[in-house]
């Protein structure tokens, strides 16, 4: 029965039913056909969203669509016009940089695409960058929003294994930086092959001190909040309530380019998004309990021990498979299915738990900008009005680089685990 089970689960995910209804319909069809009490269904969906940390991820995606509404994101952008602009593609740069900036806010990288593409896409174009060069980098850029905290998925994360959110944070910055680099070589490259120049625009001393000034409020959000969990002031679930405050404060008070009546608006769609969320969570819960019943992981786990006892080989196949997963499946839905499979393999072998964090995070990211289904390319495409087959043509020589950098932090630990 568990293999019809598996059957129907890629069968609604291949069709395009909803990731919540893929993992949903069909642990609630095993368990009444298992004969496993029905109550089990609302307890198993219930104690999925029971859970203190997850109070974070609202509030996150609240700050993030408050601080898009406010002009916190037009200043980081710029802010990094003075230092990266001048260069062969500066403004291709300057949209990963100021996507990074973003990332230390919303933590979604859908909504540092829906943001940064806004924003960047229609300068990009003005500047004479191609629009689909333009939506390709905004579409490679914005899933740093995962890695660099703070990140929901490392609040998933935390949550399903145990681990220390905080630690997930210190290392995810190197990691975020790490491919944030890799784009940017990749974009000055592609620049100076399509002959895409800098901004050739000189500020004057008191020109950079006035946007220094004018961002600094901009740049308060991600020192407050990474700053607060570091330093051990508040937890991760708290700076997503004070990034909430700061945000309105910071839009309706200081920048005034966000207004009262706009609040309404923005709490509900920031209702949609977390509801959304957290009905794929629940559902995906139901989903690990009969892949628990059913002991999967425990015999992945003997199959992987047959397989090989080469922790680099174990690794390399378990990132092949995030990376599939990525291609058709959504962070939160790889998340929650994939890794109470997988971190018991690596468990076993002696991974560090925040390294395996990491590993699985940017591949995440990685999948939020590949094809078939990544999430951060339809993203884009809606902003930009690019069709997503232009976008892809152009995304593969960043897909490589970040490959690449997923490559070194996976065989090199020591290069984001060094601030634990």
């Not at 209804?21 to 609630?28: D, F, R």
């Not at 916190?72 to 403004?91: C, E, H, P, Q």
């Not at 990544?374 to 884009?380: D, P, S, V, Y």
Request: with cysteine.
């Amino acid at each position: 029965m568990i293999s019809l089970f598996f059957i129907l689960a890629l069968v609604l995910l291949a069709i395009g039913a909803p990731i919540a209804m893929a993992v949903g319909v069909p642990s609630l069809i095993y368990i009444l056909a298992a004969g496993i009490q029905p109550m089990i269904i609302a307890q198993r969906l219930f104690s999925g969203v029971n859970v203190l940390a997850l109070m974070a991820i609202p509030f996150f995606i609240l700050a993030g669509n408050l601080m898009n509404s406010g002009g916190i994101a037009k200043r980081l952008v710029n802010l990094a016009n003075i230092f990266v602009g001048r260069f062969t593609g500066g403004l291709a740069i300057v949209t990963i940089v100021a996507c990074m900036f973003f990332a230390a806010i919303s933590g979604s990288g859908v909504a540092t695409a829906a943001a940064m593409g806004a924003i960047m896409i229609p300068e990009m174009v003005k500047h004479g960058y191609d629009k689909s060069f333009a939506s390709t980098v905004v579409a490679s850029a914005s899933p740093i929003g995962v890695i660099i905290p703070p990140s929901i998925t490392f609040i998933l994360y935390g949550v399903m294994t145990s681990s220390s959110i905080a630690d997930l944070y210190k290392a995810g910055i190197p990691s975020g930086i790490y491919v944030g680099l890799a784009l940017v070589i990749v974009a000055v490259i592609m620049s100076k092959k399509r002959g895409y120049h800098g901004i050739y625009q000189r500020y004057t001393l008191l020109e950079v001190v006035m946007l220094f000034i004018d961002a600094l409020w901009a740049l308060g959000t991600p020192v407050i909040l990474i700053g607060g969990v570091f330093g051990g002031w508040f937890t991760p679930t708290e700076s997503a309530v004070i990034a909430v405050v700061y945000s309105i404060i910071v839009g309706l008070f200081i920048y005034k380019e966000m207004k009262f009546t706009e609040l309404p608006v923005i709490f509900l769609q920031s209702a949609k998004t977390t509801a959304n969320t957290m009905f794929i969570i629940a559902n995906a819960t139901l989903f690990a309990y009969v892949l628990s019943y059913e002991r999967i992981p425990q015999k992945i786990v003997e199959g992987f021990t047959g397989f090989s006892q080469n922790v680099y080989v174990v690794l390399l196949v378990i990132n092949m498979i995030l990376l599939v997963a990525g291609t058709f499946m959504e962070t939160t839905a790889i998340m929650i299915i994939l890794v109470p499979l997988l971190w018991p393999v690596a468990q076993n072998l002696g991974v560090n738990v925040v390294h395996f964090g990491l590993i699985v995070t940017v591949n995440t990211a990685i999948g939020l900008m590949t094809p078939p289904f990544g999430a951060c390319l339809f993203a884009t495409s809606a902003v930009s009005r690019v069709p997503v087959e232009k976008i892809c043509r152009d995304v593969l020589p960043f897909i490589l680089a970040a490959i690449i950098v997923l490559m070194f932090i996976t065989y090199v630990p020591q290069s984001i685990l060094f601030s634990l």
